[in-house]
């Protein structure tokens, strides 16, 4: 760490320097950053949205910023892509037919157009088919899908 020192710089970030090891938080400057005030949180949002041109309530805004910070227990709610895909892969294990196939080209056509990787959408269709297929059709699907 020495040698470099005058061209390089490191930050640590952790909730408790008691695990960090002595030589190494020896030879850092500890800086503690306090949780931000609700007026601050509040002012991140207001910035935010302003700039993606969308329009944010103080009230909400207070109230999004009054659960801060969020607990690692809280649930996080599925995005919508997700259930969109979710909802596509039943639709393939509901039926197969030349109507189905369509309809399932234009929804993955539609992921794709909303800016979602297609290794993501393949990913996450082949994890939502594996839960809803037997054995034998789980090595196939995972064969394929290793394939492409």
């Known amino acids: 760490m020495e040698k470099y020192m005058a061209t390089c710089r490191l930050i640590l970030c952790c909730n ?3 695990k960090v090891i002595g030589p190494i938080r020896s030879r850092c400057l500890a800086v ?30 207070r ?16 995005t919508d892509w997700e259930v ?12 197969q037919s030349p109507q189905r196939l369509m309809e399932v080209r234009a929804r993955l056509y539609e992921l794709l157009t909303h800016c979602i990787p297609a290794e993501i959408i393949l990913k996450g269709l082949v994890a939502e088919l594996l839960s809803n297929c037997d054995g034998q059709l789980k090595a196939e699907v995972t064969h394929i899908a290793a394939y492409y």
């Open 16 to 18: 408790s320097t008691s």
């Open 32 to 61: 503690r950053v306090p949780l931000p005030s609700t007026e601050e949180v509040c002012g991140v949002l207001a910035t935010v949205c302003k700039k993606e041109g969308l329009v944010l309530p103080p009230e909400l805004a």
């Open 63 to 78: 109230q999004i910023s009054q659960r801060y910070p969020f607990s690692a227990d809280q649930e996080v709610p599925e």
């Open 84 to 95: 969109y895909l979710r909802e596509t892969a039943n639709a393939i294990v509901s039926q």
